[in-house]
């Protein structure tokens, strides 16, 4: 049984930072990419950044590159994905994913955690 459980979402400023955790047990990790997805509202789900089972590959959305960045800590069996430089349209639930390999397709990744709020605003 593969579980995912995000954490660390809230409110924030804009130009504000956060990091959201997604723990996974260590065979997932071994075995999947995790993606980070984000849904607004009104809108479909949208790849923000993916990395690969061997942790040495990673993939951004354009509109994240350069502000977001995903990394995992194999000794807490997590995923990270810190976010800078926030902006308002940044705001959604943020979702994180695995599948074999990493995609820009939602339809692609197998199993997802809960979900958690994103909201930046001042």
């Known amino acids: 049984q593969v579980q995912l459980v995000e954490s660390g979402g809230g409110l924030v400023q804009p130009g504000g930072s956060l990091r959201l955790s997604c723990a996974a047990s260590?065979?997932?990790?071994?075995?999947?990419?995790i993606g980070w997805f984000r849904q607004a509202p009104g809108r479909e789900r949208e790849g923000v950044s993916c990395?690969?089972?061997?942790?040495?590959?990673?993939y951004y959305g354009d509109s994240v590159k350069g502000r977001f960045t995903i990394s995992r800590d194999n000794a807490k069996n997590t995923v990270y994905l810190q976010m800078n430089s926030l902006e308002p349209e940044d705001t959604a639930v943020y979702y994180c994913?695995?599948?074999?390999?990493?995609?820009?397709?939602?339809?692609?990744?197998?199993?997802w955690g809960q979900g958690t709020q994103v909201t930046v605003s001042s």
């Open positions: 994913a695995a599948a074999w390999g990493c995609s820009d397709w939602a339809r692609e990744y197998d199993y």
């Open positions: 260590r065979s997932t990790l071994d075995l999947h990419a």
């Open positions: 990395i690969k089972s061997s942790g040495d590959s990673t």
